[in-house]
């Protein structure tokens, strides 16, 4: 879990982390860090950090499109081969009704 949330504040702070080494290595005088981020666009940086961590978010998200009553079927070894693991419908449990008052 801690990977995930340390991978999503890299994205996020991935637009200024690019923004301060640009600006180290173009200018010839080195004002200082806390120079740098005062006259940093950092509204800019925020939104384009925002926009990078939600589309890294759906563009790695899973998707699934298996019911809540599928039957998940674990990796097997069958015949000497592995059955890599799936997921079965299964029809015996009815699927919920909407209650209408």
Partial sequence: MIRIV???IF????????YIMWIAFSED??????TVIKEAPLVRLFFA????MLATLLVFSSHTYNS??????????VDGKLEPG?????SDKPAPQDVKP
Avoid: K, R
């Avoid at 005088?29 to 806390?34: K, M, V």
């Avoid at 950090?49 to 990078?52: D, E, M, N, Q, T």
């Fill in 6 to 8: 340390l991978e999503n």
């Fill in 11 to 18: 994205f996020f702070l991935l637009p200024t982390l690019l």
């Fill in 29 to 34: 005088e080195w004002a200082g860090l806390g």
């Fill in 49 to 52: 950090g925002a926009a990078l």
């Fill in 68 to 77: 809540p009553n599928d039957v998940y079927v674990p990796a097997s070894v």
């Fill in 86 to 90: 799936h997921s079965v419908h299964n």
